[in-house]
T-cell receptor, first 115, second 117 residues
Framework: NAGVTQTPKFQVLKTGQSMTLQCAQD?????MSWYRQDPGMGLRLIHYSVGAGITDQGEVPNGYNVSRSTTEDFPLRLLSAAPSQTSVYFC??????????????FGQGTRLTVV | AQKVTQAQTEISVVEKEDVTLDCVYE???????LFWYKQPPSGELVFLIR??????QNEISGRYSWNFQKSTSSFNFTITASQVVDSAVYFCALSRISGAGSYQLTFGKGTKLSVIP
């Protein structure tokens, strides 16, 4: 099983450039999320989705857009990259069991550097 | 608002020593989930355990054990007879039991464990 797949694994952007971080899962999970990990900060939630067509903001949404057109895919878009967005990005998915979410399954991460 | 505090930023132990990683949480919810994740040097996040706040029994899995104390809002993680492969950053996390918050994890800042051979 592929699980949660993120591409690319590494990316260097110039300030002002745009790009999309891809996330796909093959487990038919309803819930998908994006987190960023910064040194000494743990992981912080950027955006999440409870199903196709439904997205919402997390703790640190500024500068990022998301969409969920299918159950499998949840891309994260940086419209105009800034050095403050240099981070490691993790996509996660989970499903509902008896009304509660299971543990989150994480992708391998995307290390983004904005210069 | 939910909050998870891992006061130990870095810990170093000699191989075969026991080590306990502390986790203290804050939540207004009466029911919730607690998690531990491991992040080895390769960078991926590995799920270790999920504990329902209803269940205060301690859990043991091989060399790993978890002590959940609702009265002190703590969910500590002990590694017995540590090994070099245990070297990683360990994250404690919290989520709601159900509804909109059940799939949104609030993470602590992590504890970096170094096991010295």
């Amino acid at each position: 099983n592929a699980g949660v797949t993120q591409t690319p694994k590494f990316q260097v952007l110039k300030t002002g450039q745009s790009m999309t971080l891809q996330c796909a899962q093959d487990m038919n999970h309803e819930y998908m999320s994006w987190y960023r990990q910064d040194p000494g900060m743990g992981l912080r939630l950027i955006h999440y989705s409870v199903g196709a067509g439904i997205t919402d903001q997390g703790e640190v949404p500024n500068g990022y857009n998301v969409s969920r057109s299918t159950t499998e895919d949840f891309p994260l878009r940086l419209l105009s990259a800034a050095p403050s967005q240099t981070s490691v990005y993790f996509c996660a998915s989970s499903y509902s069991r008896q009304g509660a979410s299971t543990e989150a399954f994480f992708g391998q991460g995307t290390r983004l550097t904005v210069v | 608002a939910q909050k998870v505090t891992q006061a130990q930023t870095e810990i170093s132990v000699v191989e075969k020593e026991d080590v306990t990683l502390d986790c203290v949480y804050e939540t207004r919810d009466t029911t919730y989930y607690l998690f531990w994740y491991k992040q080895p040097p390769s960078g991926e996040l590995v799920f270790l355990i999920r504990r329902n706040s209803f269940d205060e029994q301690n859990e043991i899995s091989g060399r790993y054990s978890w002590n959940f104390q609702k009265s002190t809002s703590s969910f500590n993680f002990t590694i017995t007879a540590s090994q070099v492969v245990d070297s990683a950053v360990y994250f404690c996390a919290l989520s709601r039991i159900s509804g909109a918050g059940s799939y949104q994890l609030t993470f602590g800042k992590g504890t970096k464990l170094s096991v010295i051979p």
